[in-house]
């Protein structure tokens, strides 16, 4: 039996034994595999726009008609949940079980990326690290767009891949409708298609540079092209139902209630009460949010032609999980986000810091907790402390791979450039969902073997040099 295919068997056998054990660990903390299902306000709303989807094709979160068109979500994951409830039933349950599915076939396409530039035991070696990463496990259970956006990354770089390999345009056009739907998927996303075309670009301008034929330009071309088209048609469908061209009014809300929120707790010295300052909880509706309050008083203050009822909705609790007010959405949105950049760009040298700092905590979590142990939630800082030095050791593990010597550029450009975009994009919040995705790429890279790469495949699974042929050098674990 060929070794990869040996280790793709062996692979799936562990990833089903894997998610069956977080499957029964649901079981056995919530009383059903669903329990985690709709643990956050976002999977019920997925949810619903998946359903209507499939009922009424309306992308629409309300329960009934009228179905009013919804501006907060971005199609990419209730499309995959609508496609996922045509094929099974619309069962929570069983979205649950084809989550785990992907999350599984997830851990099988690491091993195919990373089997391009390393032997095949230690590509298995990567897969199995991200199949045993906490968090890719645990938010799996939930029905959140983590697990599919991870799946669409690894297509994105595989994709790239076979792009900047091959020159064909069809590939480059498959690339762009990747980083499109990318996009889509997480409007977050947004800098990873610049870090494609970067990659592109310098890929063109290594093969001029050795008079080498190329029409990497025109390959650029469509990219950009199709990329633009896909993410370009919700614009436009948001342009239709409300005026204007946007992703959603995620925007201005996301930018004001909670990145500049970060920053100016950070230059407060009040880091210890982010998440009582953040908190979207019931339990604590009532509590101060003095940060968000004012953001409340200055954004009416931006409202100040319309009716003073009208005025009076314009607070956190209605805004900061999408608009329940009367008032225009998108109008919100740009006044929110021009309070937010006010307030980051007040004090620069206090916003940086707290933005780098940020990138270190959110590759480290949860050790930032057992550190710095925030006001209003129960930590158990050695369990803390104990996960977070896992992480911290990938990092440290990546940073010495990268200090060891020169690596091919196909094999480290991508996953160091898709993780800084999408770093760039979370901070300075420290959700652990938005770190999934950057898990595998950094530990292919951590793995990735110094001044060697082994033949390219003749089934195609491993790319030739990126910035010239296929290195025949053998590479051993």
């Excluded at 499939?54 to 309300?62: D, L, T």
């Excluded at 006010?342 to 004090?347: F, G, I, N």
């Excluded at 420290?430 to 003749?458: K, N, Q, S, Y």
Aim: glycine share 8%; proline share 6%; aromatic share 12%.
């Amino acid at each position: 039996m060929r070794s990869d295919l040996r280790y793709t068997l062996m692979l799936a056998g562990a990833a089903f034994l894997v998610h069956a054990a977080a499957l029964l660990a649901a079981h056995l903390q919530t009383g059903s595999i669903r329990g985690y299902a709709f643990r956050s306000l976002d999977c019920d709303e997925f949810y619903a726009i998946a359903r209507n989807l499939v009922e009424h094709g309306a992308f629409s979160q309300s329960a009934e008609s009228p179905f009013k068109p919804d501006t907060w979500r971005t199609p990419g994951y209730p499309l995959f949940l609508a496609t996922a409830m045509l094929l099974f039933g619309k069962s929570p349950v069983t979205l649950v079980l084809v989550q785990q599915a992907l999350s599984a076939l997830n851990v099988l396409l690491v091993f195919r990326l990373a089997r391009g530039w390393m032997s095949d035991r230690r590509a298995a070696l990567a897969a199995v690290l991200f199949l045993l990463e906490p968090y890719h496990l645990f938010y799996s259970l939930w029905l959140l767009s983590t697990t599919w956006l991870v799946t669409v990354v690894l297509l994105t770089w595989w994709a790239w891949l076979r792009a900047i390999g091959s020159g064909k345009v069809w590939r480059f056009a498959l690339l762009g409708g990747l980083c499109g739907f990318l996009v889509l998927t997480w409007p977050g996303a947004i800098l990873i298609p610049v870090a494609a075309f970067v990659g592109i670009a310098f890929v063109w301008g290594m093969r001029r540079l050795r008079r080498e034929p190329t029409t990497r330009w025109a390959g650029a071309l469509i990219f950009t092209v199709v990329c633009s088209g896909v993410v370009g048609s919700w614009m436009v469908r948001t342009q239709g139902i409300a005026g204007k061209p946007a992703f959603s009014h995620q925007t201005g809300i996301v930018l004001a209630y909670f990145k500049a929120t970060e920053a100016i707790l950070w230059r407060e010295g009040r880091t210890a009460d982010r998440y009582l300052e953040t908190s979207l909880s019931p339990d604590r509706r009532d509590e101060p949010h003095p940060i968000w309050e004012a953001i409340d008083k200055e954004l009416q203050l931006h409202f100040y032609d319309l009716p003073i009822e009208q005025q009076k909705e314009l607070t956190w609790p209605n805004l900061a999980q999408g608009n329940r007010t009367t008032v225009d959405s998108f109008r919100i949105s740009g006044e929110l986000e021009s309070i937010g950049l006010a307030r980051l760009s007040a004090s620069p040298w206090s916003t940086l810091p707290c933005y780098w700092a940020r990138c270190g905590s959110i590759l480290t979590f949860p050790l930032d907790l057992a550190l710095w142990p925030p006001n209003g939630v129960e930590v158990n800082r050695l369990r803390s402390a104990a996960v977070g030095a896992l992480y911290a050791l990938l990092c440290a593990a990546v940073v010495v791979r990268l200090g060891r010597g020169r690596m091919e550029f196909g094999a480290g450009y991508f996953p160091l450039a898709c993780t800084l975009a999408l770093l760039l994009a979370t901070t300075p919040q420290t959700d652990p969902r938005f770190r999934v995705p950057m898990i595998p790429l950094l530990i292919v890279v951590a793995l990735l073997p110094v001044g060697r790469a082994i033949p390219a495949d003749p089934d195609g699974d491993r790319p030739a040099s990126a910035t010239g042929g296929p290195d025949r050098r053998k590479e051993s674990c």
